[in-house]
């Protein structure tokens, strides 16, 4: 059975081909490096193959081959359409939570035997292609047991379950060479403090991460592990709020070292950040490891999980991997979903489309910000006073409050110049028309 219409392939910038790129060329040289090693794209399981549209209005739309099928028999045809579809697009990777691949059964012994099962189609599936899995990862939000919280439940056996849960799921990464594994709190937070002890629930949350750091470390994975914050939904206060706030307790809790964020855009939109702002933040202290790479909708407040279509945010966001130089062990997951009432399969190849060509787009724009240097240049120049004089002193911390003083008293006047906002952003629309020549 074939499930998409065709092969999609590079015909450039001037095609009005909905199947055929206009940006992503995989083998295309930029900054020394091909598209395709800039960019691990990599196919979210769950939307792109799990998720039928529904919404809390009404039931499914999506129009499926395996819609109606027994439950196992569905998962094994995804698995097919999965593959073939990372195929015709040339995605190299893809992401999972146990839950998406295998159908979740009254017990966690069957629950696992199934997964167990297509797993093992997964693993043939990917030596006959030479697909990867980016990262895997346990759903702990579905399932009603998980209603007050997973790792910070009030019930100490949802707590195990919890943990059995993640022990699998990092079994089944580690099996599949994953090269990571993600932690998403979906009920890791509370809606009121009249029924909760946040000290006790943050320190299970903590004891969790360590328990996995200590398996890991176990048998072996070689993968990195990878906080994705969300500041809120499902719960009203989520722990994993933005990327200062993962930093924060990691760093309490002394597992730093073991894990980097995995930012998503929508969720950095929800945090009132822009997405330049948590990536940024993740980078300049070394802990941006991957990236969930759907956009919200502005006059929306919850997660839209969007295509990336917005080329402006794209160049940012590619700005910062250039200067990162990449990726080690992350990539560029398409945690979105199609519109419910896109429901043609067509429609799944079609945003995966437009979402790789934005992102390839914005990679050439910031190759083009990164040659010409203007917004470095420009950032130079503003710190400059740090360079000589007092300023330089402060540099390199030789100056006291008491020293200071006596500087600041001499002071007759400051030389202050434009912040220049509105050129900045008028040459980065530059930038952007001048990658698309
Ligand atoms: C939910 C979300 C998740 C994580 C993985 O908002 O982003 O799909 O990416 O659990
Ligand atoms: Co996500």
């Given at each position: 059975?074939?499930?998409?219409?065709?092969?999609?392939?590079?015909?450039?910038?001037?095609?009005?081909?909905?199947?055929?790129?206009?940006?992503?060329?995989p083998?295309?040289?930029?900054a020394?490096?091909?598209m395709?090693?800039?960019?691990?794209?990599?196919?979210?399981?769950?939307?792109?193959?799990?998720?039928?549209?529904?919404?809390?209005?009404?039931?499914?739309?999506a129009?499926?081959?395996?819609?109606?099928?027994?439950?196992?028999?569905?998962?094994?045809?995804?698995?097919?359409a999965?593959?073939e579809?990372?195929?015709?697009?040339?995605?190299?990777?893809f992401?999972?939570?146990?839950?998406?691949?295998?159908?979740?059964?009254?017990?966690l012994?069957?629950?696992?035997?199934n997964?167990?099962?297509?797993?093992?189609i997964?693993?043939?599936?990917?030596?006959?292609?030479?697909?990867?899995?980016?990262?895997?990862?346990?759903?702990?939000?579905?399932?009603?047991?998980?209603?007050?919280?997973?790792s910070?439940?009030?019930?100490?056996?949802v707590?195990?379950?919890?943990?059995a849960?993640?022990?699998?799921?990092l079994?089944?990464?580690?099996?599949?060479?994953g090269?990571?594994?993600?932690?998403?709190?979906?009920?890791?937070?509370?809606?009121t403090?009249?029924?909760?002890?946040?000290?006790k629930?943050?320190?299970?949350?903590?004891?969790?991460l360590?328990?996995?750091?200590?398996?890991?470390?176990?048998?072996?994975?070689?993968?990195?592990?990878?906080?994705?914050?969300?500041?809120?939904?499902?719960?009203?206060?989520?722990?994993?709020?933005?990327?200062?706030s993962?930093?924060?307790?990691?760093?309490?809790?002394?597992l730093?070292?073991?894990?980097?964020?995995?930012?998503?855009?929508?969720?950095?939109?929800?945090?009132?950040?822009?997405v330049?702002?948590?990536?940024?933040?993740?980078?300049?202290?070394?802990?941006?490891g991957?990236?969930?790479?759907?956009f919200?909708?502005?006059?929306?407040?919850?997660d839209?999980?969007?295509?990336p279509?917005?080329?402006?945010?794209?160049?940012?966001?590619?700005?910062?991997?250039?200067?990162?130089?990449?990726?080690t062990?992350?990539?560029?997951?398409?945690?979105?979903?199609?519109?419910?009432?896109?429901?043609?399969?067509?429609?799944l190849?079609?945003?995966y489309?437009a979402?790789?060509?934005?992102?390839?787009?914005?990679?050439?724009?910031?190759s083009?910000?990164?040659?010409?240097?203007?917004?470095?240049?420009?950032?130079d120049?503003?710190?400059?006073?740090?360079?000589?004089?007092?300023?330089?002193?402060?540099s390199s911390?030789?100056v006291?409050?008491e020293?200071?003083?006596?500087?600041?008293?001499?002071?007759?006047s400051?030389?202050?110049?434009?912040?220049?906002?509105?050129v900045l952003?008028?040459?980065?629309?530059?930038?952007?028309?001048k990658?698309?020549?």
């Open positions: 059975m074939e499930f998409f219409k065709q092969k999609v392939s590079y015909e450039g910038s001037e095609s009005r081909n909905p199947y055929a790129f206009k940006h992503y060329n083998d295309q040289k930029v020394g490096k091909t395709r090693e800039w960019l691990p794209f990599s196919m979210s399981w769950w939307h792109t193959l799990s998720s039928g549209g529904r919404d809390p209005f009404g039931v499914e739309t129009d499926r081959p395996w819609n109606g099928l027994d439950a196992m028999k569905a998962s094994e045809m995804r698995v097919e999965g593959f579809f990372m195929e015709k697009l040339g995605v190299d990777y992401c999972f939570h146990d839950r998406d691949v295998a159908p979740e059964a009254k017990t012994k069957e629950s696992n035997s997964l167990d099962h297509i797993v093992d997964i693993a043939e599936k990917m030596k006959a292609t030479n697909k990867k899995l980016l990262w895997g990862t346990a759903c702990l939000f579905t399932n009603p047991i998980y209603m007050h919280g997973a910070t439940s009030p019930y100490a056996d707590f195990a379950m919890a943990c849960q993640t022990k699998k799921a079994d089944v990464t580690h099996k599949l060479g090269l990571s594994y993600v932690f998403w709190g979906g009920r890791e937070g509370y809606e403090l009249l029924n909760t002890n946040m000290k629930e943050q320190d299970n949350l903590a004891y969790f360590k328990m996995a750091v200590e398996y890991k470390e176990k048998i072996g994975f070689k993968g990195k592990f990878l906080i994705e914050p969300k500041p809120k939904e499902p719960t009203k206060h989520q722990y994993d709020f933005d990327v200062a993962c930093l924060e307790f990691l760093r309490k809790y002394n730093e070292k073991h894990f980097a964020i995995n930012v998503e855009v929508n969720h950095a939109t929800l945090a009132g950040h822009t330049h702002h948590e990536i940024n933040f993740a980078r300049i202290n070394d802990m941006w991957s990236m969930d790479i759907n919200g909708d502005a006059l929306l407040g919850w839209t999980d969007q295509f279509t917005n080329i402006y945010d794209a160049s940012l966001i590619m700005y910062e991997l250039m200067k990162q130089g990449g990726f062990n992350g990539g560029l997951n398409f945690d979105a979903k199609v519109r419910r009432p896109s429901f043609t399969m067509d429609d190849l079609a945003s489309i979402g790789m060509d934005t992102l390839a787009w914005g990679l050439k724009v910031a083009i910000m990164i040659e010409d240097g203007y917004f470095d240049k420009n950032i120049s503003r710190y400059s006073s740090y360079n000589s004089g007092i300023g330089a002193k402060i911390k030789q006291s409050l020293s200071l003083e006596e500087y600041a008293l001499t002071l007759e400051i030389k202050f110049e434009s912040g220049r906002q509105e952003e008028a040459e980065l629309n530059q930038f952007i028309w990658a698309t020549k």
